[in-house]
Nanobody, 118 residues
């Protein structure tokens, strides 16, 4: 049984920073693709950032230049460093893991709340 355990959310003022972590436990398999999504109240879940075990990285336009995704393959952990936070970044952030990179079998974290006050 694989679990994705997220941490690092919280309340921060606009312009501040937070770092989210997501650790995959219960499996030693190597995970191809890891992502962060977010969902604000009343909105659809959106993709924030992607990182593959080959080092390919992509960001949503709304976070480029402010957020940085990274991973520690030895620990099966992905991070999201969030700088220059804005109130519109307020959302529940979810970790996503796709071991094969095909989307056939994926795992989701439980979500962590990020609130940015103005």
């Amino acid at each position: 049984q694989v679990q994705l355990v997220e941490s690092g959310g919280g309340l921060v003022q606009a312009g501040g920073s937070l770092t989210l972590s997501c650790a995959a436990s219960g499996s030693r398999i190597r995970i191809n693709t890891m992502r962060w999504y977010r969902q604000a109240p009343g909105k659809q879940r959106e993709l924030v950032a992607t990182i593959t075990n080959g080092g390919s990285i992509n960001y949503a336009d709304s976070v480029k230049g402010r957020f940085t995704i990274s991973r520690d393959n030895a620990k099966n952990t992905v991070y999201l460093q969030m700088n220059s936070l804005k109130p519109e970044d307020t959302a529940v952030y979810y970790c996503y893991a796709d071991p094969s990179g095909t989307g056939v079998l994926v795992w989701w974290g439980q979500g962590t709340q990020v609130t940015v006050s103005s």
